[in-house]
């Protein structure tokens, strides 16, 4: 029995994940992020992170230098220097015929849908769609970025969130539960220190897109703040999946609409306003929870890609293994 590599890279971290052909999950291991190459030292960046979360899960799977049957990546800011990067460390571990190169949109699509015809929306650090109709077209929308886009991520509802803040404390805005949320997420005294925090060296675009479960909760708990900047999220992401939809062709096909990323932990203040929306523009749509998340849509493909028939008995094996993959996140 083989092996295989499935790489799930985020703008945040990059999950390495090692199975055997059988679908039994051996290993899991973590890197930072691998993306944003234009950035001074990111290239070297790129390559530890590749080579930090498959040592990490080469050890936890008990393996040495093994050559894998299959992998394949599904990397945010997918590019071909990237994949190059990225081969030079993989070189070593697999042929380069089956060494997949993907998107991270195509990972998490396998993964929420299941592999079937429909449109995933990512909203993590970033936001981007990917829609694959019956006839395996596909189309992509977003992903440009936290410059140029990016809209309903949790960078952007994390920014939406601190001028919330801001504005309440100034007395341009009505209170909102976000002042005393990152005072006490900060351990400070006063908003004023927040603003010495957010703006030091030490935070980086991750670091601040996590504030955004702030936002959250606040939206969770009634705040009107927080409940309008979630809302915004969600129509910002249901754009993406309604201009995904309307590039391919789900004619005589019921799309399944699939999400990933962290900002749906927020639960119904996000979720129930875009599944609405997108109900309204694509009636025959189903939207529904992710089947499975991106790093486990990575090791289907990958399963795929080294010819395993993914049967019941295989599908059963990911189920019962999956926790060593959730543990990382």
Known sequence: MGYVLAVDGGQSTTLSVIAKTDGTVLGAGLGGPANHLHQEGAKERCKKSMRDSLNGAL???????????????????????????????LREY???????FEHDSVTAWAGGTGGKPGVVVIGGT???????????????????????????????????????????????APKTVLIEALIDYFNVK?????????????????????????????????????????SSAAHELALLVIAAANKVDFKGQTPIISTAGGVWKAGAPIWEPFKKEVLEAIPNAKVVKPVYPPSIGALVLALKGARVELNDEVLANIEKTRAIIERKK
Do not use: P
């Not at 908003?191 to 959250?216: C, F, I, N, P, T």
């Open 59 to 89: 050890r936890e799977a008990n393996l040495g230098k093994i050559k894998f049957e299959h992998v394949v990546l599904g990397m945010t800011g997918a590019s071909e220097l990237m994949k190059t990067l990225i081969w030079e460390v």
């Open 190 to 230: 006063d908003l004023w220190d927040v603003h010495k925090q957010v703006y030091s060296s030490e935070m980086d675009r991750a670091d601040l897109a996590k504030l955004s479960k702030l936002v959250g909760n606040g939206a969770n708990a009634g705040d009107k703040a927080c409940l309008e900047i979630m």
């Open 94 to 100: 697999v042929d380069e015929e089956n060494f997949q």
């Open 126 to 172: 970033g936001s981007v769609a990917l829609a694959v109709d019956g006839f395996d077209n596909r189309a992509r929308v977003g992903g440009w970025g936290y410059y140029m886009g990016d809209e309903g991520s949790a960078y952007q509802i994390a920014l939406q969130g601190l001028s919330a803040a801001t504005k309440s404390y100034d007395g341009r």
